[in-house]
């Protein structure tokens, strides 16, 4: 039961990233004019529905995260956060078309071998 409370805040924390993004994109850049420009762009960019789920993915992600950590050291538990990392770039590459570079490749599997290596016990 442990490892699908860190599904789950795996899940929700990328969900969270990706609906943000999306959303944000629709709405356009943050104006350039005043605070109050600001301001009024950010609380409607808070009324999107979509974004509001964003926001409650993140409630509902520590949540899960707050059940993993009665049944796993955090120094086990933590690295598996990295998988986020990893979804969330290969969806923004299906989904938003964001590039895909060799860094970023080598990056991954630089954070893959990092979670293999961390999750094994001594």
């Known amino acids: 039961m442990g490892y699908l409370y860190i599904f789950g805040t795996i ?9 943000l993004k999306w959303r944000i994109s629709q709405y356009g850049q943050l104006p350039d004019g005043g605070v109050v420009d600001k301001v009024v762009f950010l609380l409607k960019l808070l009324l999107d529905p979509f974004v ?9 992600a ?11 050291d955090v120094s086990y538990a933590y690295p598996f956060m990295s998988l986020s ?38």
């Open 52 to 60: 509001f789920s964003g926001f409650a993915s993140a409630f509902i």
């Open 11 to 19: 899940f929700f924390t990328v969900y969270g990233q990706l609906v």
């Open 85 to 122: 990392f990893v979804l969330v770039f290969l969806f923004a590459a299906l989904l938003f078309k964001e590039p895909v570079t060799i860094y970023k490749i080598a990056g991954l599997i630089l954070i893959v071998a990092g979670i293999f290596i961390s999750s094994r016990s001594a």
């Open 62 to 72: 520590s949540l899960f995260w707050m059940a993993a950590m009665t049944k796993f």
